[in-house]
């Protein structure tokens, strides 16, 4: 049996090894720029691949190469190569002869150690390190002055490398899921750092520095050991998202005000008993969580010696005493007339066990944003109609049917979370509130939506994945302002209708996990489209049309039936992201080579999937 089994291996590795002698003999034939072995569980190349020094784009992923010949240094041209899920444990010296690469992806190997002589790559733009078994970076590194983003994810450093802090280029940096603790004053020298991600690395507190990194966009603290924040923090003027979600911060300055551009912000899973009414002045502000450590953080109902609610938050929670004679609804009360009293411009009361809101709710004249998700809810009191002041209600995770018509009269509403309930229509009025600009409406039970959607000209998102819509919804098509659409696993949608087109200020179409099996002509028409998701689904082809999206930055068509691309593709210059495995293409056309822009590509064509479903996404 094991001398079958080893027969078995070794015919394996000689197929594979033909598959790859076969493509590069046609790549050097044809003078290719574009060459992909990836997923062939290769140990070894072919020699006359170093030979062919027309490539740009060369694509090793997914084999057993534990080195590469100093044969590499020989492809001039190379700009973007992919060694990503090898066993590489170094690379040649001549790695520093590749002049024009942009792009070098070594996540998942087996390095110890920075390779020798990586750090002369002249041109060096986006490095991917993660998953490694880094434990420091040596101190040439500072010397990638072009580098613009870099992945040290899950490696197992202990500080925060000091060549970091010389990267003066630097646009985004990944560093989660280490042991770094803390944070040095240096980190303030990246002044061109836009994207910063420090997900879990046991930091303690953040320097005054971070202050100075004035260009700084999104900013990811999320699962530390935080216990304040800076002052310097919220001079991040910016700022656009922040997340300080799975801390122990216990309260928020009313500087916070001062992060004006700020839109998404987490503070989910702290200790935070009160917020700053500062908080409201942050008008682009779409998104809030605020779920605290221990839910609901409100003082004891006098005579109850009862816990606090299910830290879970089931909003399948159950009481046996009637809604509002219970301790979940007692304690709502007693919040509400605290935050009257302070004339609270924020306030949460999410409560696994809360069926029913208190009609005090409606005498907050200054609230802001409210927060009820993950509670028990049903519908609301009228009175929510009184809060004219309100800008953010989150009613995510309950059980809610329908909303009372008093929600049009909720005249500065900029966002309205109704995910997870258990509505089969869009509740009566939502389509009057004026200034709706983002309506979450993911995973309900929805079929269709109302002709006086269409209403809603002010509205930029909309999230209506995880329904059961058989056709696309034709009011969509009149949301004009509509930015944002997420539809995604249907069940049933195989078309879009060509009124699509209609669509002229939408940046980012997320379809995932339909059963489209074309597109219309009419998606040519999406001009500002920059993202687009069309993953797991049944396209056969993409129509001429496709290729006028020139504005497009993201494509994910994997897990569908493709089985060509056109030479077209080079007409989007600005695309940075191309996934398209697993489809059943035979050849990748040498025009992808002129997308300058591309550093994230999965073209493996020679894998084949055994399903075309993929994990959920989510949150879309």
């Known amino acids: 049996m094991l001398a079958q089994a080893d027969a078995e291996g070794e015919s394996r590795a000689e197929r594979t090894q033909r598959i790859a002698q076969a493509r590069v003999q046609a790549a050097k034939e044809n003078s290719a720029t574009v060459l992909i072995l990836s997923g062939l569980g290769l140990q070894e190349l072919p020699a006359e691949l170093w030979d062919i020094s027309t490539l740009e784009i060369l694509c090793l992923d997914g084999n057993n190469l534990t080195a590469l010949p100093p044969g590499l240094g020989q492809l001039s041209n190379l700009r973007m190569l992919l060694l990503n899920n090898n066993r590489i444990q170094s690379l040649p010296s001549t790695v520093d002869q590749l002049e024009n690469l942009q792009i070098l992806d070594l996540a998942r190997n087996e390095l110890s150690a920075v390779p020798d002589n990586l750090s002369r790559i002249p041109n060096l733009k986006h490095l991917a390190l993660q998953d490694s078994q880094l434990s420091d970076l040596p101190a040439d590194f500072s010397e990638l002055s072009s580098l613009r983003s870099l992945d040290l994810s899950r490696n197992p450093l202990s500080t925060f490398p000091a060549p970091l802090t010389q990267l003066s280029n630097l646009q985004t940096l990944y560093l989660s899921q280490g042991s770094i603790a803390k944070l040095p004053p240096e980190i303030g020298q990246l002044t061109a750092l836009e994207k910063l991600v420090l997900y879990d690395v046991g930091l303690s507190s953040i320097p005054p520095e971070i202050g100075e990194l004035q260009s700084l966009q999104h900013l990811t603290l999320t699962r530390n050991q935080l216990t304040s924040i800076p002052p310097a923090l919220y001079s991040l003027s910016e700022l656009r998202s922040l997340d300080l979600s799975y801390n122990s911060l216990t309260d928020l300055s009313p500087e916070i005000s001062q992060l004006s551009q700020i839109e998404n912000l987490n503070l989910e899973y702290n200790a935070i008993a009160d917020f700053p009414s500062s908080i409201g002045q942050l008008t682009n502000l779409t998104e809030i969580d605020i779920v605290p450590q221990v ?98 209600l989150d009613l995510s995770a309950n059980r809610i049917e329908t909303l009372p018509p008093t929600v049009s009269n909720l005249e500065s509403l900029k966002s309205l979370n109704l995910r997870r309930n258990r509505m089969s229509a869009v509740p009566e009025n939502i389509d009057q509130i004026p200034a709706l600009e983002s309506l979450d409406l993911y995973d309900n039970e929805l079929t269709e939506l109302p002709a006086e959607l269409a209403n809603l000209q002010s509205l930029k998102t909309l999230r209506i994945s995880r329904n059961a819509f058989v056709t696309f919804p034709i009011a969509i098509t009149q949301l004009t302002s509509l930015e944002q659409l997420y539809m995604s696993s249907t069940r049933y949608l195989t078309t879009l209708s060509p009124e699509i087109g209609q669509l002229a200020a939408l940046k980012t179409l997320v379809l995932h996990g339909n059963d489209l099996s074309s597109l219309p002509p009419e998606i040519g028409e999406l001009s500002n489209l920059q993202h687009l998701d069309l993953s797991s689904n049944a396209l056969k082809e993409l129509p001429p049309e496709f290729y006028q999206l020139t504005q497009l930055k993201s494509v994910e068509l994997s897990y569908n039936q493709l089985t060509q691309l056109s030479p077209n593709i080079s007409q989007l210059s600005e695309l940075t992201s191309l996934h398209l495995y697993p489809n059943r293409l035979e050849h990748i056309p040498n025009e992808l080579s002129g997308l300058l822009e591309l550093r994230d590509l999965d073209l493996d064509i020679y894998r084949r999937p055994r399903s075309r479903s993929i994990p959920d996404r989510g949150n879309l």
């Open 295 to 392: 839910l609901p953080a409100a003082q004891p109902v006098a005579g109850s010696s009862s816990p606090v609610r299910n830290p879970a938050g089931n909003p399948n929670a159950s009481s046996e005493t009637p809604p509002k004679f219970s301790e979940s609804y007692r304690r709502a009360l007693a919040r509400i007339q605290a935050a009257k009293e302070s004339k609270a411009t924020m306030l949460t009361l999410a409560d696994g066990n809360l069926q029913q809101l208190p009609p005090e709710i409606g005498e907050l004249a200054d609230l802001e944003v409210l927060d009820l998700g993950l509670s028990s809810l049903t519908t609301l009191p009228p009175e929510i109609g009184q809060l004219s002041n309100l800008r953010v």
